[in-house]
């Protein structure tokens, strides 16, 4: 057995499937080893040729290989000056380096599919604030023909708003990180918003839209009378440098933490209606993780959180995600003996510090993230004697399943309770019922509810009332 290529870094190693070509007498290696992804081209013993594509940016992967033209297609982020750095676009490249031209030009992203001989690709590209577009191009970027725009002309005219991308700064004052900002379709800037954010902490992806996703979740949300938000951290990401992507390793639990904070404080310190004092956070595994972690590293600013199926103990967690992304320290004494050392840091620990709003929930049969990371925290939460609520959804794996539309207006409720202060809750979730309520029990608008209002003056609350809260067709 003989090593041909070898990768060494200081922190983990991503890596890419290697591609044959030439008859099998070349290879084509990715690797971040100059900071950033980029393509190497060997020899078959092992010999490094050159450097197919190199910059401030990252090749990802190959659309087609020609060997004949010594050439090929690759999908690329970051590369195009003025652009979100995390939109994807087709390039191609000659195998020794030179040419590389952009093939499919458009401030958005582009996902690609190339004909099985190399000569077109079809070319689809949207961003969260504008229609998607289909083209087809020829492999050389240069003949086109546009096949398809998306029209929205109905859904505009229905009152549908489309989100606004924008960019803060890092807690370092240095660093740009891209966000969506969703706001309710009926936005009204004399008035004050409380501010959800969503989030995942990455490292292998960030939890922000860039494509055209009317239906997404955080829209629905919005309308509930909040702002909502996606915004990247540092560490969140494998699309900008291998600094960016590599920056919590050795700190799991709380590397993002700062950013997400920041990011609200410019954005209320850009816009008058957002309410400081009423900041919520959200996120499903990882982000569940992130939201509670978030609620106890800085329990004075997050006041409300819905945190589902979270790996907050990350010791109990899948190794080959834990202990790639946080490190493990191999340890040799005097004698040559080898050791390994493995901390990482848990929700458990810090449970003494909750002060706000925290829901936590996960499926009784969750293969990914096992429920014993929720159990662990709830234990960690009784023990610190602080009052929480959990939900534990029978019978249900990571996704919840066909129970994800009952959780989301779970999540809903909780948000709507403890930032806009509105308990209009029934016992029935008519919403998930075409807005019908279910029962004679249920008083008719204008009759008295028991409670020392009527259900009318109830809807009128807060957030417009459940009338503004809607179903499928809302």
Same mark, same amino acid.
């Given at each position: 057995?003989?090593?041909?290529?070898?990768?060494?870094?200081?922190?983990?190693?991503?890596?890419?499937?290697?591609?044959?070509?030439?008859?099998?007498?070349?290879?084509?290696?990715?690797?971040?080893?100059?900071?950033?992804?980029?393509?190497?081209?060997?020899?078959?013993?092992?010999?490094?040729?050159?450097?197919?594509?190199?910059?401030?940016?990252?090749?990802?992967?190959?659309?087609?290989?020609?060997?004949?033209?010594?050439?090929?297609?690759?999908?690329?982020?970051?590369?195009?000056?003025?652009?979100?750095?995390?939109?994807?676009?087709?390039?191609?490249?000659?195998?020794?380096? &030179?040419?590389?031209?952009?093939?499919?030009?458009?401030?958005?992203?582009?996902?690609?599919?190339?004909?099985?001989?190399?000569?077109?690709?079809?070319?689809?590209?949207?961003?969260?604030?504008?229609?998607?577009?289909?083209?087809?191009?020829?492999?050389?970027?240069?003949?086109?023909?546009?096949?398809?725009?998306?029209?929205?002309?109905?859904?505009?005219?229905?009152?549908?708003?489309?989100?606004?991308?924008?960019?803060?700064?890092?807690?370092?004052?240095?660093?740009?990180?891209?966000?969506?900002?969703?706001?309710?379709?009926?936005?009204?800037?004399?008035?004050? !918003?409380?501010?959800?954010?969503?989030?995942?902490?990455?490292?292998?992806?960030?939890?922000?839209?860039?494509?055209?996703?009317?239906?997404?979740?955080?829209?629905?949300?919005?309308?509930?009378?909040?702002?909502?938000?996606?915004?990247?951290?540092?560490?969140?990401?494998?699309?900008?440098?291998?600094?960016?992507?590599?920056?919590?390793?050795?700190?799991?639990?709380?590397?993002?933490?700062?950013?997400?904070?920041?990011?609200?404080?410019?954005?209320?310190?850009?816009?008058?209606?957002?309410?400081?004092?009423?900041?919520?956070?959200?996120?499903?595994?990882?982000?569940?993780?992130? &939201?509670?972690?978030?609620?106890?590293?800085?329990?004075?600013?997050?006041?409300?959180?819905?945190?589902?199926?979270?790996?907050?103990?990350?010791?109990?967690?899948?190794?080959?995600?834990?202990?790639?992304?946080?490190?493990?320290?191999?340890?040799?004494?005097?004698?040559?003996?080898?050791?390994?050392?493995?901390?990482?840091?848990?929700? &458990?620990?810090?449970?003494?510090?909750?002060?706000?709003?925290?829901?936590?929930?996960?499926?009784?049969?969750?293969?990914?993230?096992?429920?014993?990371?929720?159990?662990?925290?709830?234990?960690?939460?009784?023990?610190?004697?602080?009052?929480?609520?959990?939900?534990?959804?029978?019978?249900?794996?990571?996704? !919840?399943?066909?129970?994800?539309?009952?959780?989301?207006?779970?999540?809903?409720? !909780?948000?709507?309770?403890?930032?806009?202060?509105?308990?209009?809750? &029934?016992?029935?979730?008519?919403?998930?019922?075409?807005?019908?309520?279910?029962?004679?029990?249920?008083?008719?608008?204008?009759?008295?509810?028991?409670?020392?209002?009527?259900?009318?003056?109830?809807?009128?609350?807060?957030?417009?009332?459940?009338?503004?809260?809607?179903?499928?067709d809302n």
């Amino acid at each position: 057995m003989k090593t041909l290529i070898p990768e060494r870094m200081n922190v983990y190693i991503e890596e890419k499937p290697l591609k044959f070509l030439n008859n099998g007498t070349e290879m084509l290696w990715w690797s971040e080893r100059d900071g950033w992804g980029h393509y190497y081209l060997y020899g078959a013993d092992g010999t490094l040729k050159n450097q197919v594509d190199r910059g401030e940016f990252v090749a990802e992967d190959l659309s087609y290989v020609d060997d004949k033209a010594r050439a090929l297609i690759m999908t690329a982020s970051g590369r195009e000056d003025g652009e979100n750095p995390y939109f994807m676009h087709n390039y191609r490249v000659n195998l020794d380096g &030179s040419g590389i031209k952009l093939l499919d030009p458009g401030d958005a992203s582009h996902a690609v599919m190339v004909s099985d001989n190399g000569k077109y690709f079809v070319d689809n590209s949207s961003r969260v604030n504008s229609a998607p577009q289909s083209i087809l191009y020829d492999g050389q970027g240069g003949t086109n023909m546009p096949l398809e725009k998306v029209d929205l002309t109905r859904m505009i005219q229905e009152g549908y708003k489309f989100p606004e991308p924008f960019t803060v700064k890092a807690d370092d004052g240095i660093t740009d990180i891209f966000g969506v900002m969703y706001k309710p379709f009926d936005f009204d800037p004399n008035k004050k !918003y409380p501010i959800i954010e969503y989030v995942y902490p990455g490292p292998q992806t960030e939890s922000v839209t860039q494509t055209f996703s009317p239906r997404q979740a955080n829209v629905a949300l919005a309308n509930l009378g909040f702002i909502v938000v996606e915004v990247g951290n540092r560490g969140g990401n494998p699309h900008r440098s291998k600094w960016y992507h590599t920056y919590g390793y050795g700190n799991l639990r709380d590397y993002g933490l700062a950013d997400k904070k920041v990011a609200v404080e410019q954005l209320a310190a850009r816009y008058p209606w957002i309410d400081i004092d009423r900041v919520g956070i959200t996120g499903h595994s990882g982000g569940g993780f992130m &939201s509670t972690a978030a609620m106890l590293v800085y329990p004075d600013f997050f006041k409300v959180a819905v945190s589902e199926s979270g790996n907050h103990e990350n010791n109990i967690y899948n190794a080959p995600w834990s202990e790639k992304h946080n490190g493990v320290k191999e340890v040799t004494d005097k004698d040559g003996k080898t050791t390994f050392e493995y901390t990482i840091d848990k929700n &458990s620990e810090i449970a003494k510090n909750l002060k706000g709003h925290l829901l936590i929930s996960t499926g009784d049969i969750d293969n990914n993230v096992h429920p014993g990371n929720t159990l662990r925290l709830a234990d960690a939460l009784i023990k610190a004697n602080k009052r929480f609520d959990f939900v534990v959804l029978p019978g249900q794996r990571h996704a !919840y399943g066909p129970e994800a539309e009952y959780f989301s207006w779970i999540r809903a409720d !909780y948000f709507c309770k403890y930032l806009l202060g509105d308990f209009d809750q &029934s016992v029935d979730m008519w919403e998930l019922n075409r807005e019908k309520p279910q029962g004679d029990h249920v008083p008719p608008p204008g009759t008295t509810d028991g409670r020392g209002g009527t259900t009318t003056q109830q809807q009128n609350n807060g957030r417009g009332g459940r009338g503004g809260r809607g179903g499928p067709d809302n």
